[in-house]
């Protein structure tokens, strides 16, 4: 990041104020300098009132890694360089702007902030953190399950017959939502191998549907609903959700 010093203001700034336990209104003035001082006495440097790039690549060294589940000023740091609400305790949505961040940094897509993490978000050449907020903005991805690079791969837990192409439809669509939102790399292929994995898989009766309550809990949704309401469902697709759908015999299917 930037240096900082009086009249500085924006994100930076309330990232730093959080560190150092002053008012994080996002405006360096004199108790924020004050504190910086303060902080650079501390540590034997010079009390310029100036957060310097170096200072920023001290503190990332000591910052300690995040994962759902921690809490604490760190936590207030990382949710405000985010732009995600900041209440110091990470969750689901931290986790998937985290994500979201590890995407656009070229990072490993872990949901967790590890000192890596830190030193690339506050090194001087950092990119803004994407913001996420959950609903769809471009067009979603379409995988087919009869696609060839997946299509006659085995999903069952007992038997051949049973393939991506005539039995992972659940997988499939579940895959279009995870590569659209959160990670472009996966396929049906990864989808219906964590299905059969975890246990969603069902012995003759495709995918149960709590594997879709399982996949959005994994990778960081800020929201899921299941529902048997169509009124839910254009509401939401009306907000810019994504929708898997499960229904009986139709012009689509056979089965269903």
Same mark, same amino acid.
């Given at each position: 990041?930037?240096?900082?010093?009086?009249?500085?203001?924006?994100?930076?700034?309330?990232?730093?104020?959080?560190?150092?336990?002053?008012?994080?209104?996002?405006?360096?003035?004199?108790?924020?300098?004050?504190?910086?001082?303060?902080?650079?006495?501390?540590?034997?440097?010079?009390?310029?009132?100036?957060?310097?790039?170096?200072?920023?690549?001290?503190?990332?060294?000591?910052?300690?890694?995040?994962?759902?589940?921690?809490?604490?000023?760190?936590?207030?740091?990382?949710?405000?360089?985010?732009?995600?609400?900041?209440?110091?305790?990470?969750?689901?949505?931290?986790?998937?702007?985290?994500?979201?961040?590890?995407? &656009? !940094? %070229?990072?490993?897509? *872990?949901?967790? #902030?590890?000192?890596?993490?830190?030193?690339?978000?506050?090194? /001087?050449? +950092?990119?803004?953190?994407?913001?996420?907020?959950?609903?769809?903005?471009?067009?979603?991805?379409?995988?087919?399950?009869?696609?060839?690079?997946?299509?006659?791969?085995?999903?069952?837990?007992?038997?051949?017959?049973?393939?991506?192409?005539?039995?992972?439809?659940?997988?499939?669509?579940?895959?279009?939502?995870?590569?659209?939102?959160?990670?472009?790399?996966?396929?049906?292929?990864?989808?219906?191998?964590?299905?059969?994995?975890?246990?969603?898989?069902?012995?003759?009766?495709?995918?149960?549907?709590?594997?879709?309550?399982?996949?959005?809990?994994?990778?960081? &949704? !800020? %929201?899921?609903?299941? *529902?048997?309401? #169509?009124?839910?469902?254009?509401?939401?697709?009306?907000?810019? /959700?994504? +929708?898997?759908?499960?229904?009986?015999?139709?012009?689509?299917?056979?089965?269903?």
């Amino acid at each position: 990041m930037k240096a900082l010093k009086r009249k500085s203001n924006g994100t930076e700034v309330r990232v730093l104020q959080f560190f150092l336990g002053v008012s994080a209104d996002g405006i360096f003035g004199t108790k924020t300098e004050a504190a910086v001082n303060n902080w650079k006495e501390k540590n034997g440097m010079e009390k310029d009132g100036v957060f310097s790039e170096s200072d920023w690549n001290l503190i990332a060294a000591q910052m300690p890694e995040l994962k759902v589940g921690s809490r604490g000023k760190e936590v207030k740091m990382w949710q405000a360089f985010l732009g995600v609400d900041v209440d110091g305790i990470f969750g689901t949505k931290t986790r998937a702007s985290t994500r979201a961040y590890q995407i &656009a !940094s %070229k990072l490993i897509i *872990t949901g967790i #902030v590890t000192k890596d993490v830190w030193k690339m978000a506050f090194s /001087a050449t +950092a990119a803004p953190a994407p913001k996420t907020s959950g609903t769809n903005t471009k067009k979603p991805v379409d995988y087919k399950q009869y696609d060839s690079r997946w299509g006659s791969v085995k999903y069952s837990t007992h038997t051949k017959s049973q393939t991506i192409k005539n039995s992972g439809c659940g997988p499939t669509s579940m895959a279009d939502i995870v590569a659209t939102w959160w990670d472009k790399n996966v396929t049906p292929r990864e989808l219906c191998a964590l299905s059969v994995q975890k246990g969603y898989r069902t012995y003759d009766s495709g995918t149960a549907w709590t594997f879709f309550r399982y996949c959005a809990e994994k990778y960081g &949704a !800020s %929201k899921f609903v299941q *529902t048997t309401s #169509v009124e839910t469902l254009k509401n939401a697709l009306s907000n810019g /959700a994504l +929708a898997v759908v499960s229904f009986g015999p139709s012009k689509w299917t056979k089965n269903g």
